[in-house]
């Protein structure tokens, strides 16, 4: 299948170590990379297709999951208010 | 808030360079006079860089993918758990239930044996003096260990207070208990056997298996504070034959302020609640179950299981590479507990001649404890050691090191470096040292007060 080529793969994994390296924390950092890894090398005689679907999958969720945390904590966002600045009683929808 | 305090820990190759020196007070250990002194504590500046943290004991930083399965359930999906007419309440309660077979997954354990608490000193709390108070009439008797967490000690003393009769088991020098010891301790109005899985201080496996065994032949409830090996060894209550155990959520990468009791309902274990309400949790802890805390306390068990193998291997790989590094340069250097049963992120080591305090304001870009962090305000030598029987000498130079899932090699080689020089520069100090070294027997100086 198209999806698990592995220039397919190798571009995942690719982009996975491209993000881990932008955590802000060394542990982390260190560990996301380790991890991604030894993920890979682990699986890399995988024949089975659904289980390698399966991996791949993974794989991605974990990529969105890194690229969400390397941002945190956020940056400080400008305070909002509540409600309306207008009026100053109702909701902001 | 944020941007300015986070600092890059830029340790490994440019540790040397970098590191911040801080005149250390020069302390030389002297038997006749202890000078103690008292770590002062001090906010880390703007850019100066962090310490390592080697003291997974202690806490544990919470993995990212716990903080993302954390994060919609604090912004978004803020419903009571227990509101039972709208989406908020439904998907809160869903979000817990799962979060619940997560826990029950990790100890093979059924969902409804779960009861999410506030840590696992309420834990400890509920199952001892819950299960004591309930059986009052019929059964008095409360067997524990003298290594047990201050929390199951202390309510071991408030239900003596209550009129209940405790025998705190003694160790033996490795940190295990005498099986024998026990079973000749059980009598008939035994309820209740508490004993930890894996120690906090010294890091001793008991022999859990063989405790439960005894336990579920004499029909003893058998309760274990599992807080540090939950995540860590696989863990099984049925074959283990487990009563009641706790789990922390801080202890495994998760968040702080919650945790879990494990409650057998196959046979049946009856608790008194401590705490009364609206008879949510089966009744045992009544208030709102923290959702966002209980999911993060599943994502932290369900990663634990993927990545116990992982971890457990690379964990004592560094332990053994610490070890290794820090026995072969440094001699008289005890490691207190077994060398075996024992679970190889917890190293606790004595440095003879050397006073522990000294040595950890020595090592100060690295974040040790000596002893648990509940007993850390004190100065007594912990009652641990002195459990297992070390020399008070020994007992005070005591170090705990921590290894957990993001330790590096770069940390673990620059902890065991920084460990050996300042050892060996405080034992030169050391009139003690001194003297071993000409051969003199410390045990048979006679010292006079003046």
Redesign the interface.
């Known amino acids: 299948m198209a999806s698990c080529s592995r220039s397919h793969v190798i571009s995942l994994y690719r982009m996975l170590m491209k993000e881990s390296k932008k955590?802000?924390?060394?542990?982390?950092r260190?560990?996301?990379l380790r991890?991604v890894k030894?993920g890979f090398r682990e699986n890399q005689h995988v024949d089975n297709p659904r289980t390698l679907d399966m991996l791949l999958g993974q794989a991605r969720e974990s990529l969105a999951?890194?690229k969400?945390?390397v941002r945190?904590?956020?940056?400080?966002l400008p305070a909002q208010p509540f409600c309306d600045a207008e009026d100053g009683v109702h909701w902001k929808q | 808030?944020?941007?300015k305090t986070?600092i890059?820990?830029?340790?490994g190759s440019r540790s040397a360079a970098a590191c911040y020196r801080r005149k250390y007070t020069e302390s030389a250990v002297s038997a006749a006079h202890r000078q103690k002194e008292i770590i002062k504590s001090r906010y880390i500046e703007k850019d100066e860089l962090r310490p390592l943290?080697m003291d997974f004991q202690a806490t544990t930083?919470m993995d990212?993918?716990v903080?993302?399965a954390m994060l919609p359930y604090q912004v978004n999906y803020y419903g009571n758990p227990h509101s039972r007419t709208h989406a908020y309440g439904w998907e809160s309660e869903r979000a817990m239930e799962k979060a619940r077979k997560q826990v029950a997954d990790l100890i093979g354990a059924d969902p409804r044996e779960i009861v999410f608490t506030s840590g696992a000193t309420e834990s400890n709390n509920m199952s001892l003096k819950g299960v004591a108070r309930f059986y009052r009439s019929k059964k008095k008797h409360i067997i524990t260990t003298q290594i047990e967490h201050k929390c199951v000690l202390d309510s071991c003393r408030i239900l003596e207070a209550e009129g209940f009769n405790i025998t705190y088991l003694p160790v033996q020098s490795n940190g295990l208990i005498d099986l024998k010891q026990l079973e000749e301790t059980i009598q008939p109005d035994t309820s209740l056997v508490s004993v930890m899985t894996v120690n906090n201080e010294i890091g001793v496996k008991q022999p859990v298996k063989e405790i439960g065994e005894i336990c579920r032949s004499r029909s003893v409830f058998f309760h274990t504070d599992a807080a540090q090996a939950v995540g860590k060894i696989p863990i099984n209550v049925t074959d283990w034959k487990i009563d009641l155990m706790s789990i922390s959520g801080h202890k495994i990468y998760g968040p702080k302020g919650v945790g879990a009791l494990y409650v057998r309902r196959r046979p049946r274990v009856r608790l008194e609640p401590i705490q009364s309400g609206g008879g949510q949790e089966r009744g045992l802890r009544s208030g709102t179950v923290p959702t966002p805390l209980a999911v993060g306390l599943g994502a932290a068990c369900e990663i634990a299981q993927q990545e116990m193998q992982?971890d457990h291997s690379r964990v004592s790989m560094l332990a053994k590479r610490l070890l290794q590094k820090i026995m072969s340069e440094l001699p008289d250097v005890v490691v207190n507990g077994d060398p075996d049963q024992r679970y190889p992120g917890c190293i606790n080591l004595s440095f003879a001649y050397v006073e522990g305090e000294s040595l950890l304001m020595a090592l100060k870009d690295v974040a040790l404890s000596s002893g648990s962090a509940c007993t850390s305000a004190s100065l007594e030598p912990s009652y641990v050691l002195r459990a297992i029987g070390t020399d008070e000498d020994l007992a005070h130079s005591s170090i705990r090191f921590g290894i957990g899932?993001?330790?590096?090699e770069e940390e673990v080689d620059y902890t065991a470096e920084k460990c050996i020089r300042q050892v060996k520069r405080l034992r030169e100090m050391s009139p003690l040292w001194e003297m071993v070294q000409e051969g003199i027997d410390l045990k048979s100086i006679k010292w006079t007060q003046h």
């Not at chain 2, 890059?8 to 340790?11: A, G, L």
């Open positions: 955590f802000p924390s060394y542990n982390f260190t560990y996301a991890r030894h999951l890194i969400r945390q945190c904590p956020p940056p400080p | 808030m944020f941007g986070v890059r820990s830029i340790w943290y930083p990212p993918r903080l993302d992982y899932r993001f330790t590096t």
